[in-house]
C-alpha cells in the first residue's frame, strides 16, 4: 500500500490539541476460556493480564496474527463478553454491567465487525438499520426529527445523497458501502468510542483506504477515541498513534505508532514486519516464532 496518497498525519494532531477528553481503560483484562475435549478440560488463556487506555481524539492500533486475542479483547471492551478477571474503565471511572448504565455505555463504546454484510439484517433497509439506535437512545425524538438524523448520518459517512440508500437492503449495497453503514449505525447513539476489529480486511482492497480515511476523518470530527484491530502493520502507522503488539494473549510491544515499526525492539515485531514485506512467509510465522522460543 502506498503512503503518498495517505492523509497527513498533521490534522490529527491538530484536532488533538483541542482534545475534550475521555477515555476507555482497559484495566488487568483477563480471559480464560475452558476447552473441553472428551473428559479433558484444559484452559486457554486467550487474553492475559492486558492494560491500555484508549484516549478520546486517539487511535490505538491492536496488531499480532490470528489467534492471539485481538478479538477477545474488542468483544470485552464492548461488553459483549465478560473478563475472567480486570476491568473497564470509562473516563476513569468502573464501567456499568446491568441496566441503565450498561445501556449508558453501550451508546458511547461501539463495535465496528469485520464482516458487515453479518452485521447487518438482509430483511431490514438502511433506513431502519439507523433508526433503531437513534430511537433506542433519544426516545423523546419525532419521526421527522429521526429522519433528519438517518440524512445526516448517511451523509457523514458520505453516502450520499442520502435518499438514495434509505430503503435499499443491505445486500444492495457494495462492501465497502455496507461497512460505512455499519460505521454510521456505530456514530447514530453518539459513540464517544469505536472499536473497529479489522473493519476492511474482508474488503476490496481498492477500497479499504477510502474506508479507513473516513474513519480517521471521523475521528477527527468527532475527537473520537478509536482502537483499531488489524493484522497490516502499514495501516496501523498511518492511521494510529500508538501501536500495541499481541502475541498469545500479552502485549509484547507497545510505543508510538513510528517507533514500534521503524525501530521494533521485539523479537515478534521484527518477524511481523518481515512477514508484512514478504506476504508468502505470513502463513509461516506462528511456527518460526514457535520454533525460536
Ligand atoms: P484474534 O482476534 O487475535 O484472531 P481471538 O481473540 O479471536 O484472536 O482468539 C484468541 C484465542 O481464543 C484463540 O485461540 C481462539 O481460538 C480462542 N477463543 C476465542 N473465543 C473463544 C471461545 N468463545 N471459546 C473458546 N476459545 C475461544
Ligand atoms: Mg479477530
Known sequence: ??????PSADATGEARAQGQGGSLEARNLVKDFRLRSGLKVSMLHAVKDISFTVEAGRTIALVGESGSGKSTIARMLAKLEAPSSGGVFIDGAPSGSRGRA??????EVQMVFQDPFASLNPFHSISHHLERPIRLHHPGLGRAEVASRVEELLERVQLEPATRYLERRPHELSGGQRQRVAIARALAPGARFIIADEPVSMLDVSIRLGVLNLLAELQREAQLGVLYITHDL????????????MYRGDIVERGPADEVILNPQHEYTMRLLEAAADPERHGALRDEVRRAE
Request: proline share 0%.
Open 1 to 6: 500500500m502506498s503512503a503518498t496518497i495517505m
Open 102 to 107: 450498561l445501556e449508558r455505555y453501550r451508546s
Open 234 to 245: 502499514a495501516t496501523a502507522r498511518h492511521f494510529s498513534d500508538e501501536i500495541l503488539v
